[in-house]
DNA sequence: GTCTTGAGCGGACTACAGTCCGTCTTATGA
DNA sequence: TCATAAGACGGACTGTAGTCCGCTCAAGAC
């Protein structure tokens, strides 16, 4: 899953990019992968929240400097974690079997889109909303965000010409936003509703 | 505006409420106003992030203490300041004109307020983006999304009765989030732009 | 192997959100 | 008017995110 043009991954910033002069220094990529050890898991063992980015470096054995010069900020280490699973799903679209990946109509992969994504939310859900509380909705402006919004911005084009896509593709994935996720998980939606919602939604929608 | 049914204010604490043992102390309620004052005053001198609850309370007079056992956190104190402009919408929904208020056919009040929410949105991002960064997905729990949501549940249940009406009223209200709006207009979306992309969105999701 | 350079390191530091609890104020009713 | 207790007050305190900057050391040049 390395080769695939148009994954939008930040957890290969080790291999060479056209543009970036320097490649990843060792003992950079050493600390790297211990912060991003320590963090899956401390979130896994006492929950995404309850880890502070100090015990997280402490674990580490690194200072906490070097966990936010890699990281950004916590939504930053969020963001990392769930980048594996992401490029999974961006695989898949771009190059998997149908009606993921290309081959079906527009809707068929909109709605199987829909079902795949808020599967993966549901499973990490911590991580997605630590992820979107980024400090100035960064959320809409990380690859994996923008690759989602022109994946379906394309397919609403080819369904529904008539509409504004760019508008709305974030229309379609506003829906899941993890936060919301959560809260209806909390007030006792199911999976399964959610996901039948969702796919009636973009049926109806994507529908002339 | 203060004895419509229904509507969801936290700014009346004041009023005697059948339930609530004891009508709000004087020096509680000249300290919640003084404290909203300063907030509104020194948010729009200096933009709702650059703006600490210290400074506030310091603004205010009162101790930090007493911000917080007023207001909760962060997100209370700007639903409370949002909470005068959402009463009034709520008010016109309830009982005002229509297409806003009740007598017009449910596709043309969905979009009446989706219209509306919008540009109330608009004109208060910051707060909004505030208000709904809570610690525990609260956007989804206090009264104002409740009742946005019971209403354009009722809607959807009347234009299109075989969705599933609960789930696609949040489906409906997730575009509205506020840093998503907030991303949109950084990315270049004009306001006319959202609500025409709003209203054919929910155009074609409750026309069968 | 040695030198040079600049990316990487890490922990002290700042600022802020949110809590806690001893003190003080208000409302009540006698 | 005064006693009493429910409740409000406020500032010291705690824990965390995020910044800063002098030091270290990896990596390439020779």
């Known amino acids: 899953m390395n080769d ?27 600390n790297r992968l211990k912060v991003l050890e320590a963090a899956e898991r401390l979130f896994a063992e006492q ?18 400097g070097t966990v936010f010069r890699r990281f950004g900020d916590r939504a930053g280490l969020a963001v990392a974690l769930l980048d594996e ?13 149908p009606p993921l990946g290309p081959g079906a109509p527009a809707l068929d992969r909109v709605n199987a889109f829909l079902a795949a994504y808020v599967e993966l939310l549901d499973r990490h859900v911590e991580l997605f909303v630590d992820s979107e509380n980024a400090s100035d909705g960064a959320r809409y402006r990380i690859g994996s965000y923008r690759l989602w919004h022109r994946h379906i911005a394309m397919l609403v084009e080819e369904a529904r010409p008539d509409l504004d896509a760019d508008y709305t593709a974030h229309f379609i994935l506003a829906p899941l936003a993890a936060d919301l996720h959560q809260a209806l998980r909390a007030e006792g939606f199911t999976l399964a509703r959610m996901q039948s919602g969702l796919t009636a939604a973009a049926t109806a929608l994507l529908t002339s």
């Open 47 to 64: 929950g995404v929240k309850n880890v502070s980015l100090d015990a997280i470096a402490a674990a580490a054995g690194v200072g906490k």
């Open 85 to 97: 699973r992401e490029v999974e799903l961006q695989a898949r679209i771009l190059t998997g079997p």
């Open 4 to 30: 695939l043009t148009g994954l939008q991954s930040v957890s290969q910033r080790s291999l060479p990019v056209l543009g970036e002069p320097r490649p990843e220094r060792a003992d950079a990529r050493r």
